[in-house]
């Protein structure tokens, strides 16, 4: 029972880098969705998905690219990685976009470390 | 704005004694709030959550929440915490009408001591 998977673990980039962070879910998800953690800020927001073929920006999305071309994942690009972009990453699926009944199922997270 | 306010940073308590977390959300014609857990280096799991019906909602672990509506809040207790609940605990609010964008506090780190 797999859940929510999240690679890698962790990442070191150089500045101007890019690379793609992973989020696998096997729960059959409608929605996904990534969030960034920063001490003394909570979660917020880069992007979400309400399906296959549907992506929308959420809170903070500049900088970042997603798709959704299967159910299953929901990649998120670092275009050209930026110091303050140095963060936990955590992606997040739940059943159904539409229902306030469909708690969000988190993954481990991505602790990425622009220098 | 819509926002969640978690005034407590850090909450430090001994170990077998009550704990309050408190939350308090921005006010609006209709709430859904939640109660999330992260331990050390893994992902956020749902505590308990508030839907509608009894004020008094109880979640995993011994943990509980009122949700009290004149004051737009939502605190998290617990009557006599265990060094296993050291963590962070973060309150959301998903507002009516919106998909599922959650609102999350900062978060505040419950410190249990021996």
Known sequence: ?115 | AQSVTQLDSQVPVFEEAPVELRCNYSSSVSVYLFWYVQYPNQGLQLLLKYLSGSTLVKGINGFEAEFNKSQTSFHLRKPSVHISDTAEYFCAVLYGGATNKLIFGTGTLLAVQP
């Open chain 1, 1 to 115: 029972n797999a859940g929510v998977t999240q690679t890698p673990k962790f990442q070191v980039l150089k500045t101007g880098q890019s690379m793609t962070l992973q989020c696998a879910q096997d729960m059959n998800h409608e929605y996904m969705s990534w969030y960034r953690q920063d001490p003394g800020m909570g979660l917020r927001l880069i992007h979400y998905s309400v399906g296959a073929g549907i992506t929308d920006q959420g809170e903070v999305p500049n900088g970042y690219n997603v798709s959704r071309s299967t159910t299953e994942d929901f990649p998120l690009r670092l275009l050209s990685a930026a110091p303050s972009q140095t963060s936990v990453y955590f992606c997040a699926s739940s059943y159904s976009w539409s229902s306030y009944n469909s708690p969000l199922h988190f993954g481990n997270g991505t602790r990425l470390t622009v220098t």
